[in-house]
């Protein structure tokens, strides 16, 4: 959720609080702004700078505030964000985002511990589902785990080896009590592009509307990918008694290999074809 824009050359609501010899805020104080956020904590020179609290008062069920380090106005360092979801995030922030070690509790009570990048997960974790009690440790990558290990809730069958789309698939074994068997996972997958419903736009303070059908929008759709499985099989390709070495989980299934967390920039755009033909003058 975004905060309000303290930065920005507009009202600032109201402030309660010292202020140095510029009459910026700093100290201790506490900030109402214009949308009914509340920011009660410490301001540096006019900036959100050291530990404070932010409520989001816009949030319905008034469960939405973060609690934790600022720098330039911004969630960063060690904290705590409640979302109006229900979700919450206790870990580090830098930038404003989710980033280093957290943890992340979901709506359902699933948890995810491990390392976070610009707001995804990326690197290694350990996400634990509470309904099913299974547990799943193993490599992220831009919030998708492309390797690890399923544990199931008996606490001796586990699957050890690739992922996709956020369950097994490809290359693999499973470990059983006194055996194991590897195999692959084959599927086919139809991909397609479904349009997103867009918010609708709430009526102004005081516009109760008059009832009727949305005005048409020449804004392009929101288009998302989806992938729909068609079929799915486990196929066995070799059986083996469990030995010292087969139950130990190889280390590359729970670290990043060298240089695989690295995010690469977007390539530029390409650039707009030059014309050798005259071009008309503006009328």
């Known amino acids: 959720m975004a905060e309000a824009d303290e930065n920005a050359p507009k009202d600032l609501g109201k402030y309660e609080g010292p202020r140095d010899e510029r009459k910026e805020r700093h100290g201790m104080g506490k900030n109402t702004f214009p949308n009914k956020d509340v ?17 989001y008062k816009a949030d319905p069920n008034k469960i939405a505030k973060y609690d934790g380090e600022w720098v330039d106005f911004k969630k960063c360092g060690e904290g705590v964000m409640h979302f109006p979801d229900g979700s919450m995030y206790k870990g580090h922030f830098q930038d404003g985002k989710r980033h280093g070690h957290g943890v992340y509790t979901y709506p359902n009570g699933d948890t995810f511990e491990g390392e976070f990048f610009n707001g995804m997960k990326h690197g290694s974790g350990r996400y634990e589902y509470k309904q099913s009690h299974c ?7 831009q919030n998708n785990i492309v390797r690890g290990v399923l544990r199931h809730p008996d606490g001796v069958t586990s699957y050890r080896g690739q ?88 280390p590359e299934l729970l670290q990043p290999l060298p240089g695989e967390l690295e995010i690469k920039p977007p390539p530029p755009p390409p650039a707009a074809p030059v014309s050798d033909e005259p071009q008309e003058a503006d009328a």
């Open 39 to 55: 920011y009660i904590g410490e301001y540096e020179h006019g900036k959100r700078q050291g530990k404070g609290k932010y409520f």
């Open 135 to 141: 547990v799943v440790e193993g490599v992220w990558v």
């Open 163 to 250: 992922f996709e789309r956020g369950r097994p698939n490809n290359d693999g074994m499973y470990v059983f009590k006194d055996n194991i068997q590897q195999g692959r996972f084959v599927e086919t997958v139809k991909k397609e592009e479904v349009e997103v419903p867009r918010p609708k736009k709430k009526p102004a303070e005081g516009d109760e509307g008059d009832g009727g059908a949305e005005e048409p929008t020449d804004e392009a759709p929101i288009m998302k990918t989806v992938y729909r499985i068609q079929t799915r099989q486990w196929i066995p390709s070799q059986l083996a008694c469990v030995d010292e070495q087969t139950a130990t989980v190889p």
